[in-house]
């Protein structure tokens, strides 16, 4: 039942689907996470190459005999060499060769984190586009009401042409701001679409995905760019112990030679002569590159640590914001309530009522965009804490 619930509102486009269920097909058939695998499986196989054994090499010879112009007869030679490495520069490959494939998985994470945390940060601002165009057009509304009461009072004689007409020009001018709205919001939609690799239209759900209490709650688990630079530091270590002794690689020769009148059998072992080479630089390159990625991960832990607790605290304040304009947003309705009913029996100035429409049209637009910027936040908290590493 594979993809069945999208499949459904793909074809039918009878419901939107919720988030979590969107989520969830995307990074099942996500071609981008599927080309990051790709990458894990081709450094296994580099990995591959660099720890497989050399092949021997194999030398045939033949030789002919004459003593003293006597009758030729033929002898031949056969050498093998093999080519083994040291058992220092052995380990050092493997550790090298284990941190290599430990840095891809790290990047494998840091790419699958990035791909959530973009998917779920393009769908808050998608929510947001929507609920701001309702509220943009609920305010249009709210104006073409007021400017409707305003000019059946012109019509009466109890109100002025140049109220009806400020009334009027209001509501009117809000049309080219719900059709940007519009813009944006389709716009949102057709990016988190692209970067999901779904091709047709999905209905989706406008709802925010987290609160300021979803913030609270910690996680123990590394930042990806933590894992990358922990890796890089095992990755360093293995070419350094790759390069401790004075040479990495012997061969091991053995042959045999047939001569007219006896059989010759050898073996021994052909080592470098490190006489100029002695591989100092490349160990202190190693060993700096050892010393300067640790320094490099201590930094990026004091840095993380930080921005985790500057979120932390954004996110709290911004709880007390959303709070108190809650507040005042039950305030202001009330007030305008009042107001609406004093202006039907002519107790109350239109631009009165009108001021207080907007003011409550103002906090709620206010409430919204603070919704935004704490799933914004909480989002950009969760990557640091490794929600999304698995």
Same mark, same amino acid.
């Given at each position: ?11 039918t486009?009878a419901?939107? =689907? ?28 580099r990995n591959? =190459?660099?720890?497989r054994?050399e092949? $021997?090499?194999l030398?045939i ?7 003293d112009g006597g ?12 080519r ?12 090298k060769?284990e941190?290599?494939?430990?840095l891809?998985?790290?990047y494998?994470t840091?790419?699958?984190a990035g791909?959530l945390?973009?998917?779920?940060t393009? %769908?808050?601002r998608y *929510?947001?586009? *929507? !609920?701001r165009?309702? =509220?943009l057009?609920?305010e ?9 009461m305003?000019?059946?009072?012109y019509?009466s004689?109890?109100?002025?042409k140049?109220?009806?007409?400020q009334?009027k020009?209001e509501?009117d001018?809000?049309?080219?701001e719900?059709?940007?709205?519009k813009?944006r919001?389709?716009?949102? %939609?057709?990016?988190m679409m ?7 239209? /999905? $209905?989706l ?7 300021s ?5 910690p996680?123990?688990?590394p930042?990806p760019?933590l894992?990358i630079?922990e890796?890089k ?8 112990t790759?390069? !401790?002794g ?9 042959? *045999?030679?047939?001569?007219p009148?006896? /059989?010759?059998g050898?073996?021994? *072992?052909?080592? $470098?002569?490190?006489l100029f080479?002695?591989q !100092?630089?490349e160990?202190?390159?190693?060993k ?8 490099q ?20 304040l911004?709880?007390?914001? %959303? ?5 005042l ?7 305008t ?7 039907k029996i002519?107790k ?12 409550l049209i103002?906090t709620?637009?206010a ?8 799933n914004?936040q909480?989002?950009a ?10």
């Amino acid at each position: 039942m594979k993809q069945l619930v999208l499949l459904i509102a793909l074809i039918t486009g009878a419901f939107a =689907i919720d988030f979590q269920t969107f989520k969830r097909e995307v990074l099942a058939n996500a071609k981008i996470l599927e080309a990051q695998k790709l990458e894990l499986a081709m450094q296994r196989e580099r990995n591959r =190459i660099d720890l497989r054994s050399e092949n $021997p090499e194999l030398g045939i010879e033949g030789a002919r005999y004459n003593a003293d112009g006597g009758e030729d007869t033929w002898g031949y030679a056969l050498d093998l060499r093999q080519r083994v490495r040291t058992g220092s520069f052995m380990k050092g490959l493997r550790q090298k060769a284990e941190a290599a494939a430990l840095l891809r998985r790290a990047y494998q994470t840091e790419g699958r984190a990035g791909f959530l945390k973009t998917l779920e940060t393009l %769908y808050t601002r998608y *929510v947001y586009a *929507v !609920k701001r165009e309702a =509220i943009l057009r609920e305010e249009q509304q709210l104006l073409q009401q007021v400017a409707q009461m305003v000019e059946a009072r012109y019509k009466s004689g109890s109100d002025t042409k140049v109220s009806w007409l400020q009334a009027k020009s209001e509501a009117d001018a809000l049309k080219s701001e719900v059709i940007t709205a519009k813009i944006r919001q389709k716009t949102l %939609y057709r990016q988190m679409m692209a970067l999901a690799g779904i091709s047709e239209s /999905t $209905p989706l759900e406008a709802r925010f995905l987290y609160t300021s209490e979803v913030a609270a709650s910690p996680s123990d688990k590394p930042a990806p760019a933590l894992k990358i630079a922990e890796a890089k530091e095992r990755l360093y270590a293995g070419e350094y112990t790759a390069r !401790k002794g004075s040479f990495r690689r012997f061969d091991i020769v053995g042959g *045999v030679e047939k001569e007219p009148d006896q /059989t010759i059998g050898r073996v021994g *072992v052909a080592l $470098p002569l490190v006489l100029f080479n002695r591989q !100092k630089e490349e160990r202190a390159l190693a060993k700096l590159k050892m010393k300067q990625a640790a320094l490099q991960k201590a930094q990026l832990q004091i840095e993380t640590e930080q921005q985790k607790r500057m979120y932390r605290e954004s996110i709290t304040l911004l709880g007390e914001r %959303y709070r108190s304009l809650e507040t005042l947003y039950k305030e202001q309705k009330a007030l305008t309530q009042l107001l609406e009913e004093g202006y039907k029996i002519a107790k109350s100035s239109v631009f009165v009522l009108m001021r207080a429409k907007n003011k409550l049209i103002e906090t709620r637009k206010a409430l919204l965009k603070t919704q935004k910027e704490i799933n914004e936040q909480t989002i950009a908290l969760r990557f640091l804490q490794g929600a999304y590493n698995d």
